[in-house]
């Protein structure tokens, strides 16, 4: 879900059930234009378009966004709405930027790459953009990345149009919070420095991550300041944490558990660390309780330095079936 640091929050849509690929120098990428250098027409016709849609999100009206959209994503796109529409409550959208992708062609892209503005030898400026898509079909797409603020929340609302024609349809949705637990991107990232200072990987890795995740609109564009909080980021993922496809031991008595995601999450104004692992049987709810107050306590007692950073842990037992049994336990309770 990229990003080697990134992540999905809240509603998000792949555009077109496409994957998402690590943005990778290339030469042969596809041509992009900034919202500066397009033509009025193009401009206002993207812009319109988008500002549209976005009142059409902000209404909860899924049944018109639909109608407006790609095939390939119409038949979610009211589950996306609905999912994000409490970050939308109240707000009004403020679009910071336009980008024009052109992918044209007569087949699908492999590997499609895509360098909007000025670069410089060492890479993004502070008037660059990338973006990496994989198996893109062919066509001209723009990108179109809005703020939409309330009282209540800041939201990154952002949009991929297709053109069709002289018709701009929607053809992918993101809505991701820009705070956590009411704070911003700067917060985690001076809270991962501090982390990192007194020596505490894993929680200055996790932090790291979660700045990352607040700045980044869509995981298939990289910026100045995305490529800065990764490279600062790079050595602090230990091989003890599951990360890129891979699982991590955590012993817990006699028993060794598989560790598949350890995160951290807002409820609210309270950071909980998240933990997930293979269970056998997770349908069981008496057993998944026991394994999941075990692994818990295992790894707390590993990984003391959590008990500063997070106020609980919530373990998820997750079978082979899907099946997903959370437990929730306060960290001043974890003995």
């Known amino acids: ?50 500002q549209r849609y976005f009142e059409m999100a902000a209404k909860g009206d899924g049944a018109s966004l639909r109608q407006n959209s790609m095939p390939a994503l119409a038949a979610s796109i009211e589950a996306t709405v609905k999912e994000g529409l409490s970050g939308l409550d109240g707000a009004q959208a403020s679009i910071k930027s336009v980008f024009l992708l052109d992918a044209s062609g007569s087949a699908p892209i492999p590997h499609a790459e895509f360098y909007c503005g000025v670069f410089g030898k060492n890479g993004q400026t502070a008037n660059s953009a990338e973006f990496s898509l994989d198996n893109l079909p062919p066509a001209k797409y723009a990108v179109v990345l809005a703020e939409a603020n309330s009282p209540k929340a800041r939201t990154m609302f952002s949009e991929i149009l297709q053109q069709v024609g002289s018709d701009w349809k929607l053809a992918g949705l993101y809505i991701k919070p820009a705070q956590a637990a009411g704070h911003d991107s700067d917060w985690f990232l001076a809270r991962a420095r501090d982390y990192k200072a007194k020596g505490q990987r894993h929680n200055a890795w996790l932090f790291y991550r979660e700045a990352l995740s607040l700045i980044s609109p869509v995981q298939f564009m990289s910026t100045l300041a995305t490529d800065k909080l990764y490279d600062e980021s790079q050595g602090l993922q230990s091989s003890d944490l599951p990360g890129w496809g891979k699982t991590a031991d955590l012993a817990a008595g006699t028993t060794t558990y598989k560790l598949t995601q350890v ?37 707390v007692a590993k990984y003391p330095e959590v008990r500063e950073a997070f106020a609980a842990v919530v373990a998820h037992a997750v079978d082979a079936q899907g099946h997903d049994y959370g437990t929730l336990l306060a960290m001043k309770d974890i003995k």
């Open 263 to 299: 995160d951290l999450a807002a409820v609210n104004t309270d950071l909980d660390l998240i933990v997930k692992y293979q269970s056998a049987d997770a349908a069981d709810g008496n057993q998944a309780y026991q394994e999941n107050m075990a692994v818990m306590k295992a790894f």
């Open 1 to 50: 879900m990229k990003f080697a640091l990134g992540k999905i929050t809240n509603a998000s849509l792949l555009i077109l059930g496409l994957s998402i690929a690590m943005p990778a120098r290339s030469a042969h990428a596809q041509s992009c234009q900034m919202s500066e250098e397009l033509d009025n027409a193009t401009r206002t016709a993207i812009t319109t378009a988008g």
